[in-house]
């Protein structure tokens, strides 16, 4: 079994008190990956004491609802610490999804990132 470097999946960037994550992959369906991201996206908060966060999904065309279980932890960790999560650039495809599964109404989502940074 060989052992590759773990590719990253986030680009993330502090914008004053607002850590910004953008997500490289376009599709996000396999588990490993997941699995990756939620790793990443948990230390932001659990490590790094990071309690604004922004999901920029601009790159994203699929997510799985795996990966929506690990949106609604990372949503709860932030609430724990006393933060704030918002999610910004969600296409209309996933947007739906987020309608049918309400998740729309647990989640802050803002049209683009200028308007995200601009709720914190």
């Known amino acids: 079994m060989s052992t590759q470097p773990r590719r990253r999946r986030l680009e993330v960037e502090d914008h004053g ?5 953008n997500f490289i992959d376009r599709k996000i369906l396999d588990e490993q990956n997941i699995a990756k991201i939620g790793e990443d996206l948990f ?4 490590e790094l004491g990071r309690k604004k966060i922004l999901l920029n999904f601009s790159n994203v065309e699929y997510l799985s609802s795996a990966a929506l279980g690990k949106f609604i932890s990372l949503n709860k960790k932030v609430q724990q610490a006393g933060g ?14 987020f ?9 802050s989502i803002q049209r683009d990132e200028q308007t995200a940074l601009e709720a914190f």
Request: hydrophobic share 50%.
């Open 17 to 21: 008190e607002v850590t910004v994550v």
């Open 43 to 46: 230390s932001l908060v659990e």
């Open 84 to 97: 704030k999560l918002l999610m910004c650039n969600i296409n209309p495809d996933i947007m739906e999804v």
């Open 99 to 107: 309608e049918i599964t309400r998740l729309d109404r647990l989640f």
